[in-house]
């Protein structure tokens, strides 16, 4: 599965600032967990293919709450390659499950939301903005704080020298300077209104104003 690891990586780093602004007005748009379920809400499933894919997908978390309990104790190697088997297994075993009307719907569908994911990642900083109420100066020293980390962790990825756990430990130590310039640039007010809009985006709540 190529590219896995620096997706989880770039996926915890930018999830600090992120969370935030996802989960600021969760009603803007659908979460992004919601919309595996309604595109085969769309495919007209019929009750046999349901119960197999719920099988299918059952299966499917047990495996990735298994796997991200022992990421501790093994390489990152053997996490990707673990990882790389888990969803190879789940997509032949989806595969099977649909026709291949299904399957052209279900591609499409996941094409066009991708793009209207990375359409709303614009407006991102925005919402942080009027959730934290940020003034310009911050939101210009946040902005600027995502930007030098994201260098940061592209360049890490670029660079073949390192091993992909060296690149790990980096990642770790790149997000931990993320919170830290945070905690900096907001107000003690602010910075708790954030690690509350973080604690429920993770649990899927919505935050009260």
């Known amino acids: 599965m190529k590219r896995v690891f620096i997706g989880m990586a770039l996926a ?11 989960q600021s007005l969760s009603n803007d748009r659908p979460k992004m967990h919601h919309h595996r379920g309604d595109a085969l ?27 991200k309990k022992s990421e501790d104790k093994i390489t990152v190697t053997e996490w990707k ?17 649909l026709t291949d009307e299904q399957k052209a719907s279900l591609k499409k569908m996941h094409k066009d939301h991708g793009k209207g994911f990375r359409q709303d990642k ?29 260098q940061k962790m592209k360049a890490t990825h670029d660079d073949k020298t390192l091993t992909d756990d060296q690149k790990k430990a980096l990642f770790k130590t790149y997000h931990y300077q993320q919170e830290e310039g945070l905690k900096k640039i907001l107000t003690p007010d602010q910075w708790n209104k954030f690690q509350e809009l973080k604690k429920n985006h993770r649990h899927g709540k919505p935050v009260q104003s």
């Open 122 to 150: 614009h407006n991102r900083m925005d919402r942080m903005k009027k959730e934290l109420n940020l003034t310009d100066e911050q939101t210009a020293a946040i902005q600027k704080n995502f930007d030098e980390g994201m």
């Open 81 to 97: 390659s673990k990882m790389a088997t888990i969803r190879k297994d789940h997509h032949a075993k989806v595969d099977k499950v």
């Open 12 to 22: 915890a780093f930018v999830a600090t600032t992120a969370c935030a602004q996802d």
């Open 41 to 67: 809400a769309q495919l007209n499933l019929t009750d046999d293919q349901k119960n197999e894919m719920k099988v299918i997908n059952d299966d499917f978390k047990q495996q990735m709450t298994d796997l």
